[in-house]
């Protein structure tokens, strides 16, 4: 059973920065595509990025429109950790923040695909992401 313990969330200004960590255990990673979601309160969860994984026959990384040249996710596997580098944050950006991470061996089946969250089998329990001057 994977276990997915998200952490580094908490309240920053506007323009500030934070990184968020995604630590997994009961199984190493690598073959899994990880990615971040975030739910602000009172909406629906979206897609925020995703990372590529080995044997996907794709590299690379996928972002949401609204976090693009703002966030950066990385993915450490000996660490079986994946990152999420927040820059600029804005009011925005406030949310709870969940990493994820699809069943392994999963078949890479384009961006679409990456972005629903039903693609993803495991699931963190949640970071709170308060920007707030």
């Known amino acids: 059973q994977v276990q997915l313990i998200g952490s580094g969330g908490g309240s920053v200004q506007p323009g500030g920065s934070l990184r968020l960590s995604c630590a997994a255990s009961?199984?190493?990673?690598?073959?899994?595509?990880m990615g971040w979601f975030r739910q602000a309160a009172g909406k629906e969860r979206e897609f925020v990025a995703v990372?590529?994984?080995?044997?996907?026959?794709?590299?690379?990384?996928y972002y949401a429109d609204s976090v693009k040249g703002r966030f950066t996710i990385s993915k450490d596997n000996a660490k079986n950790t994946v990152y999420l580098q927040m820059n600029s944050l804005k009011p925005e950006d406030t949310a709870v923040y969940y990493c994820?991470?699809?069943?392994?061996?999963?078949?890479?089946?384009?961006?679409?695909?990456?972005?629903?969250?039903?693609?993803?089998?495991?699931w963190g329990q949640g970071t709170q992401v308060t920007v707030s001057s």
């Open positions: 990372v590529s994984w080995s044997g996907s026959g794709w590299s690379g990384t």
């Open positions: 994820a991470a699809t069943s392994g061996g999963t078949i890479y089946m384009g961006a679409d695909y990456l972005r629903q969250s039903s693609t993803y089998m495991y």
């Open positions: 009961g199984r190493t990673l690598s073959s899994h595509a």
